[in-house]
């Protein structure tokens, strides 16, 4: 036999039969066209001259003729007929049989047809299979490949349009349904055969059932939930649908899909406006013809999918009775298997919820509709199964549910059998992935390992899930409302597994708590809306959520003597979680205290807070008080979700103990008054007993040991700020009677300013400046209005002053830092720290001295730096010392900022206003020759050290941004701060930004670009800051352009100059033009429309004057060098050196755009004008301003 073979397999194809080319060409036309013609499809082909009789018939042998593929003559001809199709005459090409718009891919021909394509290969690799093998024919092994085959054809179609009904009979029926049945079944290779059959056919399976996979999933996939009937449209006429689509066919939709990035709605909106012109164009009957068209194609996948699930799950059409699958052990076993079942579950369930509740037939004649909720609870049962399994089969079912919950929560009240299955599994659901995705025994008995990322990923998903299945996004909340009804029941769930191991001594279930800290937010909102819309059955999921919290935490209050801290560190940790998270719905409750309660359900609400309460109270402080922070040092920096023993959230970094009381002294005023009405004033000295307690564990640690005993300084600083403001509240109800809390805030304030003072006369070392940084950033924690007293008698903070001033003159050029520098970088952060909560409440005459002090120092020290070149070392222009591990340099120019946003806001002390906008005015006009003088350096881009340049300028700019906004909108203000010569200020501020452009050097046509550009990189977040400042300070009017002193700083031909009213515009302009042809990144051409329509608007908005204005930039030379210009060079950039019909096209198409207002168009046309689109420039992406926070120091 295998003689035989080898004798054979060199001859030529057997010819086809006329009857299989004939039954080939209407089939591979007519299975597209059948499903088209009957309203199923978004395309609009038909086959010409067909009959309703013939199209009947077509289908038939279309369907025969795809049973007959699996035979081997049949295959080869069919391959020799698809080769003659796609090089003659056949099909779009020879014109007849296919209408163009038959392509589901909308390409407009099949040789693009991704289904046409997977049927061509599949004959190709069928053909060389059988070509090239040496030994007996394989009858399994040959049906495996046509199957495998056959099954990709069908998945490239399904992506596309609807299966039709006959093809999911026999492609789901009898084979991919098969393949899902026969997992791992040794003995349909048969007793006896060779190693190398089985193995060879144990492969041709495998691809077999991964293809019957596929397929499945794209039936379901291509029927989902989130495809709208625009999407199918959009496919059909070749226009993009984005990347969660691929073919129309929905794929991509996992819970990532919702992400808002940047650029989505415009692509989005380019994407309507295609659709809605190729709408337009088309000969459809009327203007809604194809969207109608689109709906039932739509529809009628959703209806096959249907169909299809029945098939796999095998639920019967005609009595709805089930076997196969479902009662399988065989369901969700494999990877495969349950992505087909979870496919199945996103699409199928929502849809057979919609059948329910509006009605519709799935199958023509459909009678009895047992086998829809038949399969219902069989698909359910399967996602259930699968929430119990392993890890990577789980992760699957949190689409499905989501998917589901969402479309059940559409009604106000459940109202059918149906939506009750549903219910019941989505609460089974998630109280299985709760208890599959717990900690293993023995997690914590190394609390220095690292977290297990997958497994914490997996819990914060299934967070993720408990909350999405509980939303309360409906606007009215009824009783009946699904979501509530699963908020009970998981609530409920959670209470009973609490309470049950209260009564028999043990601690609480880990998975209990771990669910019940994930629904804080529809508790939240529950809570929120329970004022306006008060329920019984609101109330009562309320109190039960109260009394299980409360039992959490009152067990573990008991049980810290006797259980250890791997015992203990999980729950406590979750239970702190769970408190911080749910003081909104806690101060919501606090908001009823003083009304009579209106039920009996709303009273026993009230008992169980008031109980609460100080169980949360005493858990939050026993927790901070005996649980370390960290056991061992952090890993947060190299690991995602820290060592196992971090007392933090998921991926934070304060004690959860400490976050747990912030949240309930900050949330309101109300919980606070409840908080002393619970707790009484000893909370008071119980947060001050904790206070000290963790001071001194931190002591014993040593210097910058942040582990082991206590709580890091940044959380033990959090209490602090729990005392500063639970005592201030209580000072403001005494109404200056004498109150324990006065008397405790003095104490600890007083702590950190003897520190200071027990220091001023040490000598100059590392430990002393990390105990004067301690002590002031202890300071910055308290409340403003605290700090302002001590700034009044500030004898104490002179140490911390003297050293941060004094520090600068320690500058040398050299990489190595010492632990010295180290700790005076922190105490800069620190200065910082007590500076901003000062000035947030007023700003003094000290205050504004010192901060003038501290900015001069920086900018000497930088300017020194800087005239080392770009290669010099730095002790300090460093990422550890001034730099983004520390605090940029130019943070004490915010400070000036953050006083000036605080008096734009406070309108209603007019005379408090004036006198600090005028020490504000002062401390930047004592500090601009220093800092302008700086930022106009001509020291190239630093290569050995952190340029201090960029930073400065974004600082300072940002801060005459609030200068300008208090002068724009406070007319009050602006006419005090002219007459301290506000407005000269301003304008030389606009001169520096114009000549910071003109720096850099853009050749000309004869000459080449600078290799190395002198002055600071303009590639960074201060930019923006400059554009926003330019943008922002025209519009004060002509007098800030009179006002710039640029002509003192570039000399100008004389033969370029404008009339006088003109030239100081015009120069703006010509820098702008130069900064859009390469003198600026390429993103900064964003900012164009706003920028020029500014200048516009300060011009009077006279288009002509405008117009000329524009004109005189680009006639602008330059009678010398200066910075990047070359003498004789134009100021706008060699791409204005253009021809007059080019600058003439640029005047009167930026006239249309003043007529007409459409400023966005100006971008275009400024592209176009100065070089188009800048590719490989060398810049970086569009950044974001820098964060200026220094509270972990």
Known sequence: MDHHHRNNHHRPPPPPSPLLLSKLRIALSCLYASSIDDGRSSSSSSVAACTQQQRQRHRREAHDFLLDLRTRNNRRAAHSRIRSIRDGGGGTRGGGDVDEGMNPGGGGGWEVDPAWNALTSTMTMLEREHEHNDYDFDFNYYRDC????????????ARHVAVPMHLVDVTVGSLASSYLRDVDNDDVFGEGNMHRLKGRRRSQREKARSAAHQYLVSIFESASPSLTPEDILAASMGVAVGGGHRGGAGRGHGKNTHTKRRGVNKAK??????????????????????????????????????????????????????????????????????????????????HLLFLERRGGVVLDGETDLRWRSALFSAILTVVQRMCSSRREIRVLTYEPLMILSSFLGSVAAVSSEMEQVAMDAICECVLSLASS???????????????????????????????????????????TSPSMLILDRIIGACDAAIRETASTGHIPPETA?????????????????????????????????????????DQLNSSFESRSISQMLPLSRLACMAVASLSPMLSSVAEHIRDPPRSDAEKEMMVAFMCSIRCYLQHSILSTAMIPELVAESTLKATRYDIKGAMRGSGGEDHVGCIALMRLSHESDRLIETI????????????????????????????????????????????????????IHQMKAANGEACNGQAILHKLALAPLDEMTLLKDAPASAEKIFRVCEAALDLSYFSPELLADVFNNPLALEVLFDCAIAGYSRLVFSSDVDALCRQWGRLRGGAYSVLRASVRYSITDYSANIITNLINAECEAATYQCNQGPEAGSSFFNDCVIGEEMAHAGVYILLIRDCLDRIAKNNDQIEAGIHECRKCMSVLQNCAPLVMQLLMHLSPEAASHVDPRPTIAEAWYLTLLSLVSICRNDSVLA???????????????LSLAIALIFLKDLGTKKEPVRLIQIGLSLDGPHTLAIQSYISESVLLGPSILAETSILSIIQLNQSSFGPPTVCGPAILIAALLRSISGALPPWTVEEAPVLFRSIFIATGNDIDGFVQILRVSTKLTAAASFGGVRSGELLAGKYLDASDSHIESLLSQTKEVCNKGNWQKMKVILKATCGGKKKDSGFNLKPQFNTWLCDRL
């Open 146 to 157: 046509s199957n495998t085959r056959l099954m990709e054809f069908c998945d490239a179609w």
């Open 269 to 350: 909106n380019r994407r309507e406006e295609k659709l809605g012109v190729m709408t337009a164009t088309t000969t459809a009957p009327s203007p809604d013809g194809g969207r109608d068209v689109a709906k039932a194609e739509l529809i009628a996948r959703r209806n096959f999918a249907c169909v299809a699930a029945a098939v796999v799950f095998g639920v019967s059409l005609a009595d709805g009775s089930t076997t196969a699958l479902t009662a399988s052990p065989v369901a969700a076993s494999t990877h495969g298997i349950s992505s087909v079942a979870a496919s199945a579950a996103a699409s199928v369930l929502p």
């Open 437 to 479: 995705s717990g900690y293993p025994p023995g997690y914590f008995d190394r609390l220095s390992d690292n977290n297990d990322e997958e497994l914490e990923i997996e819990r914060n998903d299934v967070r993720d899930v408990a909350r999405s299945v509980c939303s309360l996004d409906r606007d009215a909340l009824s009783d």
């Open 513 to 553: 708590v771990h669910i019940l800290s994930a629904l804080a937010k529809p508790l939240n909102k529950l809570g929120k809306t329970y004022r306006q819309q008060p329920s019984v059955f609101g109330c009562s999921i309320i109190t039960t959520s109260l009394l299980a919290l409360g039992s959490v935490c």
């Open 676 to 727: 002393f009405e619970v707790y009484g004033s000893v909370i008071l000295q119980d947060l001050s007993s904790l206070h000290q307690g963790l001071k001194i564990s931190e002591l014993q640690r040593g210097v910058c040991v942040n582990y082991g005993k206590g709580v890091c300084p940044v959380s033990r600083r959090i209490i602090l700020r729990v005392i500063s403001r639970l005592a």
């Open 975 to 989: 006419s005090c701060l002219l007459g301290v010569g506000v407005e000269k200020f301003i304008g030389e501020s």
